[in-house]
T-cell receptor, first 114, second 114 residues
Framework: AQKVTQAQTEISVVEKEDVTLDCVYETRDTTYYLFWYKQPPSGELVFLIR??????QNEISGRYSWNFQKSTSSFNFTITASQVVDSAVYFC???????????FGTGTRLQVFP | DADVTQTPRNRITKTGKRIMLECSQTKGHDRMYWYRQDPGLGLRLIYYSFDVKDINKGEISDGYSVSRQAQAKFSLSLESAIPNQTALYFC?????????????FGPGTRLTVL
């Protein structure tokens, strides 16, 4: 079975703190894809990143970075020097050729206070 | 113009009323999906369609029906709305030629059933 677990329901930090959002997945597929989406208070879903299971290199995009570790089935997301505009719900999702659809985690609500 | 559009964006209705949410896309994708989002539950799949003649139930299809009128249009109906169908509804599309199932989301429809 495919499953995505985001154990952190809600995280609160003060601006400029670093914060890591955890994502643990389960799959029997050898080829799969992991995604992160951001949902700001306005409600739309914003695509952040896609990684495939063969590429374990960490990725950095500005203040955002992602740590993909197959050994622990995790794809964690770190925001460095958080800002109030980072306040949102963040979803991790899993896709693969065999499932024909994305499996979403339940999301982590991040609140960044000034 | 947005690639995936949803109408209406907001709707308030009464218990027992029939309501239709519409989704249109200009991405040329064959696959379309309807999700609902509830706080703490993430995105749950209601129905999905891989082409005009292919409709599939998702994990929470009870109380809903869909119609795929054309490749570009996928409508979700609540035959007799009830208050626990109050949620944020998202339409999404994906390209059948992609193995990662990346999905492209509409802006969402916020539905309130009184």
């Amino acid at each position: 079975a495919q499953k995505v677990t985001q154990a952190q329901t809600e995280i609160s930090v003060v601006e400029k703190e670093d914060v890591t959002l955890d994502c643990v997945y389960e799959t029997r597929d050898t080829t799969y894809y992991l995604f992160w989406y951001k949902q700001p208070p306005s409600g739309e879903l914003v695509f952040l990143i896609r990684r495939n299971s063969f590429d374990e290199q960490n990725e950095i995009s500005g203040r955002y970075s992602w740590n993909f570790q197959k050994s622990t089935s995790s794809f964690n997301f770190t925001i460095t020097a958080s800002q109030v505009v980072d306040s949102a719900v963040y979803f991790c999702a899993l896709g693969s050729y065999n499932t024909d659809k994305l499996i979403f985690g339940t999301g982590t609500r991040l609140q960044v206070f000034p | 113009d947005a690639d995936v559009t949803q109408t209406p964006r907001n709707r308030i209705t009464k218990t027992g009323k029939r309501i239709m949410l519409e989704c249109s896309q200009t991405k040329g994708h064959d696959r379309m999906y309807w999700y609902r989002q509830d706080p703490g539950l993430g995105l749950r799949l209601i129905y999905y369609s891989f082409d005009v003649k292919d409709i599939n139930k998702g994990e929470i299809s009870d109380g809903y029906s869909v119609s795929r009128q054309a490749q570009a249009k996928f409508s979700l109906s609540l035959e007799s709305a009830i208050p626990n169908q109050t949620a944020l509804y998202f339409c999404a599309t994906s390209d059948q030629n992609r193995v990662d199932n990346e999905q492209f989301f509409g802006p969402g429809t916020r539905l309130t059933v009184l």
